[in-house]
């Protein structure tokens, strides 16, 4: 394809600063004091941030960067290995009943919070309600949860008021995040966390906005898993002032962006990817209320086909991604391989479907410039010109990308965001209240599917449902996704850093000494 001279322009000088996922870096020794298992353990382990720690209540707590602040602290119930698959943790053992409305879960014993407080199901349940009647935007990982039976100290019975699919994935990031429930009813708990976890916060060697300082806690029932006698934590929001940190030594690992990785691997650092958020079109007046063009599905398909992607990720992210139309993570439950290609790049068949939808002569719509993503508004206008769709722009300011995006005005818009498990992606987009789902689309189709996903029996049955829902939104073109982006970790010779599946930045216990 030839692109414009305008994008031309743009994608030969563009900095790839604004399109990367902002990450995490780590520094500061690591130290051998011992061998476990041939690796070297003790020493500290520091990471930078990009974000400072929003708080430590626990019904305020993220994923994404933030998890470095809290995971140190908090124990989840289950856990989501390297491999985005379910391992036991606080929870040893867990079932759902017959209907799949009662999730059973039998909880390890012994455990007790830094303050002395024991680990038990009543300790379970004031987290669970905890959550549920916070307003962190992550409340919605329990709000399936109708009441909690305790059944004994070990065990707890959840009763969905409906089926939740996405729930045991919850309970293994911030809906399993578990604090002594003294702390709970804290006026404190935002900068003091009490929780069972590895290490405990040092608050003499804290300053908000400067470091976090984590000590071991020696009483923590699994340390062979967590090697660093301390984990320190440094927000560092410059790309570049990451990177130098990296390079001097300062820090032992953190997320960098395309650019810097030759200028990584020169200084001896390593560096490996991790395919995580995906870039693309939000086709949000799927009904066409506001765009009655963009209520045909031929318009639609045609926005994908019109699509570039290969060009925009070479020249955008220097080509650390993969060309998708699909917007599922490759581990996620409802991904299909063959859905990658659905709508090849092909200009002359996507104009044709256009005529055929009566749309020849193109169309106007009305879009987001986004601050945080300059580049991209002389590309999407080349890319959408060749279809005759005329965009006229609203300038929106980088602290309201979010906000102007969801709030609903406009009819189709890029946006860059994550997929987790598949149940959680479609609480995100594909529901009539989804946030993500800005034009409130009501689709009796859908609507059955994701239904039929909701109920169906965990495993192949469950697969087969999840992947239906993402062939119909493929199908009918709900998105027009570009890539999955990569996020890009570099670490130290003497620090191994495995990537997280659906997440930015590797768990705690993913960090090791090397060997």
Known sequence: MQLGKRAAAVLAAVT????????????GGGTSEGQTGGAATGGTLTLASPFDNNSFDRAALEIGNRVHYWMPVYDTLLVLDENAELQPNLATEWSYNADNTVLNLKLREGVKFTDGAPFDGEAVKANLEHLKNGKGQNAYMAASIGSIDVVSPTEVNLNLSQPDPGLVFYLGVVGGAVASPTAL????????????????????????????????????????????????????ADNTARLNALKSGQVDAGIIEAKSIKEAEGSRLKVSTEPVDWHGLFIADRE????????????????????????????????????????FNTKSQAYVEEL???????????KKLMSEAGYADGFEVLMPDLATYPQLTPIIEQQLGALNIRVNWQKVSADASISEVLS???????????????????????????????????NPELNALVQAARVAKPGEEQDKAMQAVNTWMVDNAWFAPWYRVDNIIATSAKTEATAQPWNVAPWIRNYRPAS
């Open 408 to 442: 609903g005005k406009f009819p189709m818009f890029f946006f860059s965001l994550g997929s987790q498990s598949a149940w959680q992606d479609f609480q995100k987009v594909a529901l009539p209240t989804s946030p993500w789902n800005t034009a409130k689309v009501n």
């Open 288 to 327: 066409g209320k506001t765009v009655p063009a963009l209520g045909d599905v031929r318009v639609r398909q045609a926005i994908n086909m019109a699509i570039d992607a290969e060009s925009i990720l070479k020249n955008l992210q220097l080509g650390q991604g993969e060309v998708t139309d699909q917007i």
């Open 185 to 236: 009813a804290s006026p404190d708990i935002a900068t003091t966390p009490v929780g069972s976890g590895p290490y405990t916060l040092d608050k003499s060697a804290t300053t908000a906005g400067s470091q976090y300082t984590y000590t071991r806690n020696p009483d923590y029932w699994n340390q062979e898993d967590f090697p660093y006698d301390k984990i320190v934590v440094k927000p560092i």
């Open 16 to 27: 790839v600063s604004g399109l990367l996922l902002t990450g995490c870096g780590g520094g």
């Open 340 to 350: 990658d290609n659905k709508y090849s790049f092909d200009l002359d068949a996507a």
